[in-house]
């Protein structure tokens, strides 16, 4: 199922990356960057929703989509945290945080699987939380103005992204605990 119009679309969030980057770096007007960065960035996100809806309709689901999805989630946040930082829209350590959650939960998942546990580090909501804060966020901190002159997305965004770097320690710990009992049975 490599070609599936789900999968497809979870192949576009990959694809996206280069463009969404690339934005700060062909000249245009800061004001004009921002805004592509964050249209840009909102549409491909908005597939993340789109490709797990047409897969369960039209009954496309399939191992190697389920794989692929959050692999092209997590590379369109830490890219996006990536040029955030470079703009100094976003602290370091939360990147760090956030990239650094991503690789260790990543390694636990592919070992749970590895010795036939993946289940007890199932997606739970609390992981789903801390993504849909960081879609919210990343964007705001992508436009870096005043949404509708009332919104400053600078300051939302800061907050919000702060805010989803103590959902991803929270989900990190709790991810860890469900899998300690497995960690324990297997290290004895």
């Known amino acids: 199922m490599f070609f599936t119009v789900p999968t497809l679309l979870t192949w576009t969030r990959i694809v996206a990356i280069p463009f969404i ?3 700060f770096y062909i000249g245009l007007q800061p004001q004009l960057q921002n805004l592509l960065a964050t249209v840009m960035f909102v549409v491909f996100a908005l597939t993340d929703w789109l490709d797990g809806y047409l897969a369960r309709k039209l009954n496309q689901t399939s191992a190697f989509g389920a794989f692929l999805d959050p692999v092209a989630d997590k590379f369109l946040v830490c890219a996006s945290l990536l040029v ?3 703009l100094r829209r976003a602290d370091v350590f939360v990147a760090l945080i956030i990239i650094g959650r991503e690789i ?3 390694a636990l998942r592919e070992w749970m699987a590895h010795i036939g546990a993946s289940k007890s580090v199932a997606v739970h909501m609390l992981g789903k939380v801390k993504t849909t804060v960081q879609m919210v966020a990343i964007p705001f901190l992508l436009f870096d103005g005043r949404l509708f002159g009332l919104i ?3 300051v939302w965004g ?4 702060w805010i989803s770097a103590i959902l991803t320690v929270w989900s990190m710990v709790y991810y860890l605990q469900k899998a300690l009992p497995e960690i324990r049975q297997r290290v004895k």
Do not use: Y
């Not at 800061?158 to 992204?161: M, N, P």
């Open 158 to 161: 800061t907050w919000l992204i």
């Open 21 to 23: 980057v690339g934005v």
């Open 152 to 154: 400053d997305t600078g």
């Open 104 to 106: 260790a939960i990543s």
């Open 84 to 86: 955030l930082v470079h």
